[in-house]
């Protein structure tokens, strides 16, 4: 099983960091902290009107995007929205889903921008080696 503290899973974030050339996490993170406002906005609207096909597009998009940079309990929400997740580990009610991820979100923001300052002193100071890691 991979490693996995707080909100994010290392082993998707170490991955990404490997990748980086300077840059490359940096403008991740931020295009990920600046979409997911909108995709939590469209499944509000979309659970207020009660529009099931909107509701489970955006959801899909959220899990996809939470998926990819190790926010694994944000896509397992997003994906009881979407209505892939077994059912018992979550309510049913889509209000308290998105409660929950709006929570989250909060979280996986703190930890992400933390991650980000790690890896420009790293960078700074040029150390590639992000295996050791570690949220606070």
Do not use: W, Y
Not at 62 to 72: D, F, P, V, W
């Amino acid at each position: 099983m991979a490693a996995k503290e707080n909100t994010l899973n290392l082993d998707v974030l170490n991955t990404l960091k490997e990748l980086d050339d300077g840059t490359f996490f940096g403008e991740l993170v931020k295009l990920f902290l600046d979409n997911i406002p909108h995709l939590l906005q469209s499944i509000s609207v979309a659970i207020a009107s009660k529009e099931q096909k909107a509701m489970h597009l955006a959801a899909h998009k959220l899990k996809g995007s939470c998926g990819n940079i190790g926010a694994e309990h944000m896509a397992d929400l997003a994906s009881a929205l979407e209505g892939t997740q077994r059912r018992e580990l979550v309510s049913h009610d889509p209000q308290l889903i998105l409660a929950m991820l709006e929570e989250e979100f909060v979280k996986v923001t703190a930890a992400l921008q933390h991650e980000v300052r790690l890896q420009i002193m790293r960078h700074s100071n040029g150390v590639k080696d992000v295996s050791q890691n570690r949220l606070h």
